[in-house]
């Protein structure tokens, strides 16, 4: 069934015993890496994301120069919007993705096609690509982005330190906003099983913007249609696992009904604190803050060491950064890193 049931990562996760940690890097297929950078002079991001061979191609890149135990296909959260209907822009150098339509009323929400899974084919074949060009050596992690955060996006139009007009849009026009989010979760399920067909080991769901809203409304809006989500996937997919990772939350009350199989930690957050706050059977995924990168290896040596004897020996635990690594990040830094988890033994 799954092709990579011994691998040290499903191990870990399912809370097997394990040699040593095994260990990846969010966004790891990216601009610190010159031979990432060289193809990506070639096309534009989207032109990347939609060829296939050239995703499958920077999604190896990490395995090969820098030694990560898992590959986490090559694609952005954003082309969900984008195959439901909106216009994505993604400039050089020009502050990130943004869609120069964003919506503003319950009517823009009700265009947004559904049914979409089809259009995401370039997904899919890249996944299937990475597979092949693998041959087993390291399990593929797919991925989407959770409800609330496409909708960030989608309502805002761009990336935002604050999300005040999506956080405006969500307070003044409740309905509209679940319609949105119970939409998004809709497409999300069918999509992330999609993946899991295409070959997919694992998969990961991002609440990048979880933090930006009041507890109480994070709950209503966030975790309530990301839970629609994670039940979804798992109840087809049962034995994959499915990570996730709510970046800026402040309390794991109730996340053990989620349906999430596991969390990613971020930076903020004390790992210890996640690690007796989550019951034990929940696996954890991070958290190591992605500026200590930017510090001498032996500085990147001990704060990694000190992040894994943070985690009881026993539990499932896999290493990782605490959000993406940097694009400034030198290569023997994010090296040191990965040796450092390989040689520290449980
Ligand atoms: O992790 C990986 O290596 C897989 C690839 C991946 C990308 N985006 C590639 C990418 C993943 C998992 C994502 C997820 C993503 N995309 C998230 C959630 C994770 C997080 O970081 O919080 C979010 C919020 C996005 C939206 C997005 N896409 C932003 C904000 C940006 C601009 C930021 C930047 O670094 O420029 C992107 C573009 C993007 N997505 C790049 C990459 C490698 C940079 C584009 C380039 O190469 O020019």
């Known amino acids: 069934m799954n092709d990579q049931q011994n691998s040290l990562l499903l191990r870990s996760l399912r809370g097997e015993p394990v040699e040593r940690r095994p260990v990846w890097m969010?966004?790891?297929?990216?601009?610190?890496?010159?031979?990432?950078?060289?193809?990506?002079?070639?096309?534009?991001?989207?032109?990347?994301?939609?060829?296939?061979?050239?995703?499958?191609?920077?999604?190896?890149?990490?395995?090969?120069?820098?030694?990560?135990?898992?590959?986490?296909?090559?694609s952005d959260i954003l082309v969900i919007p984008e195959a439901m209907g909106m216009e994505l822009i993604v400039e050089e150098g020009k502050g990130g993705p943004r869609f120069p339509n964003p919506l503003r009323a319950?009517?823009?929400?009700?265009?947004?096609?559904?049914?979409?899974?089809?259009?995401?084919?370039?997904?899919?074949?890249?996944?299937?690509?990475t597979k092949r060009r693998l041959d087993g050596r390291v399990p593929v992690i797919g991925f989407a982005g959770?409800?609330?955060?496409?909708?960030?996006?989608?309502?805002?139009?761009?990336?935002?330190?604050n999300f005040d007009t999506f956080k405006a849009f969500l307070f003044a026009q409740p309905a509209a906003a679940h319609r949105l989010l119970e939409k998004l979760a809709a497409e999300l399920i069918d999509y992330l099983v999609e993946q899991t067909r295409a070959g997919a080991n694992m998969l990961q769901l991002f609440d990048t913007w979880a933090g930006v809203l009041p507890e109480e409304e994070y709950?209503?809006?966030?975790?309530?249609h990301a839970s629609a989500v994670l039940d979804g996937?798992?109840?087809?997919?049962?034995?994959?696992?499915?990570?996730?990772?709510?970046?800026?939350?402040?309390?794991?009350?109730?996340?053990?009904?989620?349906?999430?199989s596991g969390f990613g930690i971020d930076w903020q957050t004390d790992l210890r604190r996640a690690a007796q706050e989550l019951p034990d059977t929940f696996p954890l995924q991070g958290n190591l803050d992605p500026t200590v990168?930017?510090?001498?290896?032996?500085?990147?040596?001990?704060?990694?060491?000190?992040?894994?004897?943070?985690?009881?020996?026993?539990?499932?635990?896999v290493a990782?950064?605490?959000?993406?690594?940097?694009?400034?990040?030198?290569?023997?830094?994010?090296?040191?890193?990965?040796q450092t988890v390989k040689e520290t033994a449980i």
Request: glycine share 8%.
């Open 233 to 260: 996937v798992r109840r087809a997919v049962p034995d994959v696992p499915i990570l996730y990772f709510p970046k800026g939350v402040r309390s794991y009350d109730g996340f053990a009904e989620s349906g999430a």
């Open 26 to 74: 969010m966004r790891q297929a990216g601009r610190y890496l010159p031979e990432y950078r060289a193809i990506r002079a070639t096309t534009d991001f989207l032109g990347l994301c939609k060829t296939p061979d050239l995703a499958a191609e920077v999604t190896v890149q990490p395995v090969d120069l820098v030694g990560v135990d898992a590959a986490i296909i090559f």
């Open 320 to 338: 990782n950064l605490g959000h993406g690594i940097l694009p400034n990040t030198p290569v023997e830094n994010a090296q040191a890193f990965i």
């Open 106 to 129: 319950e009517w823009d929400v009700d265009q947004l096609a559904s049914g979409i899974t089809d259009r995401l084919r370039f997904v899919f074949d890249a996944i299937a690509e």
């Open 146 to 161: 959770a409800p609330l955060t496409l909708a960030a996006y989608m309502i805002e139009g761009q990336g935002s330190k």
């Open 293 to 317: 990168l930017l510090t001498p290896p032996e500085q990147i040596r001990r704060r990694t060491q000190q992040m894994l004897a943070k985690v009881p020996s026993g539990r499932g635990y």
């Open 219 to 224: 709950r209503a809006f966030g975790l309530a």
